[in-house]
């Protein structure tokens, strides 16, 4: 499990992009478990607004995460697509907005300076993609907050 | 078996290594007991035949520094066993530092290294303890061998694999024990024939979740002691002596990895789940309805049976723990210069075994705080009137789909004044507070009243760690404490992956599924009343708050619907929904570590559509009800509702008598909760007392107490004429045919099996006797 010994996808390395409104981000593409289109998802009571709620994969209680609010930006208003990412507590779901991509980094093109994020690409379409520290973002201690 | 199945010569070690584990476990609560004085041939018999054992597996899976200490443990027991040698400190201390290098030198062993030195030294110190002082009257002279090789400190916090009070306080010598196998759970094996080795006659093994849970099978009680599948090395061996009765009729035992059973209560998950689909498939396709079908309904039928066997095989009794606290008690006790009893109680209360895994650190950091802070020295307690010897309790007992654990001691009580003093040097609204509330300033981080810091506790890191822990676990933790008479502390933890029996309602739209033991009664839609400004309904002539459960769960407004009333650990609460929708069983999983706790929430379920129903915790809902009540007095909870007075009826009082605290302490809350007026009894003569001063309107007793048991208070109850019609409940853990006919013969109204009772149960139970005598 990459995600847990090195933060963040590096240049060189396959990755998953991650639509989420206008914006991009990547992950390691080792972290990712699957996608899953269209979760049904089950509201979530008293939970962190990060929480969008907890959907059934196959037999599994998965948590959804809301990919904007983690970033501290704009909450997401719909889920067609749930990536689904190791992290040290267990399987969570992000929410991609878009049809997730596979692609091969190039360099990185400088330092991203938003919490619980490494460094930016540039990628197809002259699109910037920000790569996750999936441990930073996807801790409990974050969530709770 | 097959190539993929074979085992290398690594797995057999593994293998060895979880075997070896229970041996020591037993080993170390055998020693004990000879300690306290129970120096019977037979508990040494089978102390030296554990050593034997397991020095036997060590040579044969490859462990020569293993054996090289085995090998002088069993010297040593043998010199005891042939009454060559006595019974004192120093040889328990040998022998607990031999189990202690056992324990560190397995793991290393697995790991492909070896450790001489650890060996040499544990093998020296119980060789020169064979040197010890002969027998005399069985007992040996009271003294220490000199050279003591490790502190019991040390040894107690290399048992519990970590020191929750001080991790870097008691590192030294021995290493922690790191986890040397994948876990594995022991489960009553099928049927002796199939194993291969010839096994000695036992009659059929017990289901694990027999009819009778009184009556659990001996290896339930005992989960360490009975595994003598795997007795290759020991019983079949001369030196080992005769065959132990005891252990002959253990129920067999198979030792399982966890990650099995997971799989095997996933893919029975996935056989409903597909069994279902095909009675759909039915429907659709060739329009039949498969309800109708004898053989579709078997089907279902013999799966919800293998899921519900499935999920019980991963529970453990919450006692498998019992012997790691024992030996921490014993030797902090030693250390401190304490005189420590360890008593258990709730031998048939079991637990997921990954839940009690995280139970132990703060188990054993409760009772090290008792022994530590609570139970003052032999001479102190002398003083104050009370025995030299203190006790340390652990008492477990399930209730609804939680596990209660207390650990109690009748020590010096917290000083509640001195905590108030202690917080109030940082936080001056501390100073301010209520003793209930400056009771719980103690889980906060960094705050010590100890005057002295000690290698266990003092350092003000023990008890929010606790509390962080069972967070965890979704559990959570209370206090109690009499000066001068002691404290209990009290776990209150769910049993995860347990089958609950809900209530399914519809809330905001949403549906949830709400624990049938913790329903009291639902209502129809009905009007509400403001009481002090707060919205009540009357339920059994007594007022009840009631809110809407779609407002305080933040998902939608009032509801007009009807009203569920739930009862938690101390209070009931009525909450409207919009409908309810069926009963049903729900297997309750927890949301995951990454989801902070959420008090409302106890889990959720897998619905055999596919959807989530999300399982409600009504200890959690009611105090956010509360909460949002006191921070919104104009908060209107439910539709409708005239302001009129309610008058309560004069509460209904319940005589409790018990000689176990948690249980007395346990119905107190439940009945004060439901609104009736609780006085305790400790025992039979105690309550004969209370009755006369005043009489209660019933008397809930139960039967094991010391000077006069439950039967025989019940006789005296029926004897006198002006008690005649006063309702007897009888409350036991036996649940024999004999019992109970006995307890009806002496005139009792009512007889509950405790490991069999849940709240509601017992709620309604004296309702309905109340009911009838009012």
């Known amino acids: 499990m990459a995600g847990a010994s090195t933060p963040g996808v590096v240049s060189g390395q396959l990755a998953l992009l991650i639509p989420v409104g206008s914006d991009t981000y990547a992950v390691a593409l080792e972290t990712v478990r699957e996608v899953v289109v269209d979760p049904r998802v089950t509201q979530l009571p008293t939970a962190p607004a990060v929480v969008r709620g907890v959907f059934n994969l196959r037999g599994d209680i998965v948590p959804l995460l809301d990919t904007g609010l983690l970033l501290g930006l704009r909450p997401v208003m719909e889920e067609p697509y749930a990536v689904l990412v190791e992290t040290p507590h267990g399987t969570a779901g992000l929410v991609a907005t878009d049809m997730p991509l596979t692609v091969r980094l190039n360099e990185s093109v400088g330092h991203s300076d938003i919490e619980g994020t490494t460094e930016t690409y540039l990628v197809a379409d002259a699109r910037l993609a920000v790569a996750l520290d999936i441990p930073v973002l996807l801790s409990p201690a974050r969530i709770s907050r | ?774």
């Open chain 2, 1 to 774: 078996m097959s190539p993929q199945e074979s085992l290398s010569e690594n797995d057999f070690q593994r293998l060895f290594a979880m075997e070896a584990e229970g041996r020591l476990d037993t080993l170390v609560d055998e020693l004990l007991e000879l300690e306290k004085g129970g120096a019977t041939p037979e508990v040494v018999a089978s102390l030296f035949r554990e050593a034997h054992t397991i020095k036997g597996g060590a040579a044969v899976v490859g462990m020569p520094h293993v054996a090289r200490v085995a090998h002088a443990l069993e010297d040593l027991l043998e010199e005891v066993r042939r009454e060559r040698r006595g019974v004192d400190t120093a040889l328990i201390d040998a022998v607990l530092a031999g189990v202690d290098a056992i324990r560190t030198l397995i793991p290393l062993a697995v790991a492909g290294q070896g450790h001489e030195e650890a060996a040499f030294d544990a093998e020296q110190r119980l060789r020169i303890a064979v040197g010890g002082p002969p027998v005399v009257d069985g007992k040996a002279a009271e003294e220490a061998v000199p050279g003591q090789a490790g502190s019991p400190a040390e040894s107690g916090a290399d048992l519990a694999g970590r020191d929750v009070a001080a991790p870097t306080a008691a590192g030294g010598a021995t290493p922690p024990r790191p986890a040397t196998a994948p876990p594995d759970v022991r489960v009553p094996a099928p049927s002796p024939a199939a194993l291969p080795p010839p096994a000695p006659p036992a009659p059929p093994s017990a289901p694990p979740s027999g009819p009778e849970p009184g009556r659990a099978p001996a290896a339930a009680r005992e989960p360490h002691a009975g595994d003598g599948s795997v007795e290759a090395h020991g019983a079949a061996d001369g030196a080992a002596g005769h065959a132990e009765p005891a252990r002959a009729t253990a129920t067999e035992m198979l030792q399982i990895p966890v990650h099995r059973i997971d799989e095997l209560v996933r893919l029975i998950g996935e056989a409903s789940a597909a069994t279902l689909r095909l009675g759909s498939a039915l429907l659709e396709r060739l329009e039949r309805d498969p309800s109708g079908l004898t053989e579709y309904r078997d089907l279902v039928r013999s799966l919800n049976e293998l899921q519900e066997l499935a999920l019980h095989a991963r529970m453990i009794p919450v006692m498998s723990l019992a012997p790691r606290l024992r030996r921490a008690v014993r030797d902090l006790a030693r250390e401190t210069g304490k005189e420590v009893r360890f008593e258990t109680r709730g031998e048939d209360a079991e637990i997921d075994r990954g839940v009690l895994e995280r139970l132990a650190d703060p188990l054993l950091h409760l009772v090290r705080n008792a022994v530590d802070h609570g139970v003052e020295s032999p001479d102190e307690r002398r003083r104050n009137g009370k025995p030299a010897e203190g006790t340390v309790r652990l008492h477990a007992m399930q209730l609804g789909s939680e596990v209660v654990i207390a650990v109690s001691d009748d020590g010096r009580g917290i000083d509640v004044t001195r905590v108030r003093e202690t917080a109030g040097r940082t936080d001056r609204s501390a100073i301010e507070m209520d003793d209930e509330a400056a009771l719980y300033l103690i889980f906060r981080s960094g705050l010590t009243t100890a005057t002295k810091v000690t290698g266990v506790s003092g350092r003000g890191v023990g008890l929010d760690a606790v509390r962080a822990s069972l967070n965890a676990v979704r559990g959570r933790i209370e206090v109690r404490s009499d000066p001068g008479m002691g404290t209990e502390f009290r776990i209150a933890v769910p049993i995860t992956m347990a089958t609950l029996r809900c209530l399914v309602i519809n809330a905001g739209g949403q549906a949830f599924a709400i624990p049938l033991h913790s329903v009291r009664a639902v209502l129809p839609p009905q009007g509400s009343a403001m009481v002090g400004g707060r919205a009540m309904t009357m339920l059994d002539g007594r007022p009840v708050p009631i809110s809407s459960l779609a407002a305080v769960l933040g998902t939608g407004n009032g509801s007009a619907g009807p009203a569920v009333v739930v009862a938690g650990l101390t209070r009931s609460h009525a909450f409207t929904v919009d409908e309810l929708i069926d009963q049903r069983d729900v297997v309750v999983k927890g949301l995951g570590e990454l989801l902070p706790r959420m008090p409302a929430v106890a889990g959720a379920g897998v619905q055999p559509d596919g959807s989530i129903l999300l399982v409600l915790e009504a200890a959690g809902l009611i105090e956010r009800a509360r909460r949002m009540d006191s921070g919104d007095r104009s908060h209107e909870a439910a539709s409708g509702g005239g302001h009129e007075e309610i008058v309560p009826q004069r509460a209904a009082s319940i005589l409790v008598v018990d000689d176990a605290l948690t249980v007395r302490e346990l119905q107190r809350s439940i009945f004060e909760n439901a609104g009736y007026r609780v006085r305790v009894a400790v025992n039979g003569e105690e309550a004969l007392t209370e009755i006369s001063h005043e009489r209660p309107d019933l008397v809930l007793t139960d039967v094991q107490m010391p000077r006069m048991d439950g039967f025989e208070l019940t006789e005296a109850i029926r004897k006198q004429a002006s008690l005649a019609s006063l309702p007897v409940i009888i409350l036991t853990s036996r649940g024999s045919d004999e019992d109970r006919r006995r307890g009806l013969e002496c005139g009792a109204d009512g007889y509950i099996v405790k490991s069999g009772f849940d709240q509601s149960a017992l709620l309604s139970a004296v309702e309905r006797l109340l009911g009838a005598d009012r």
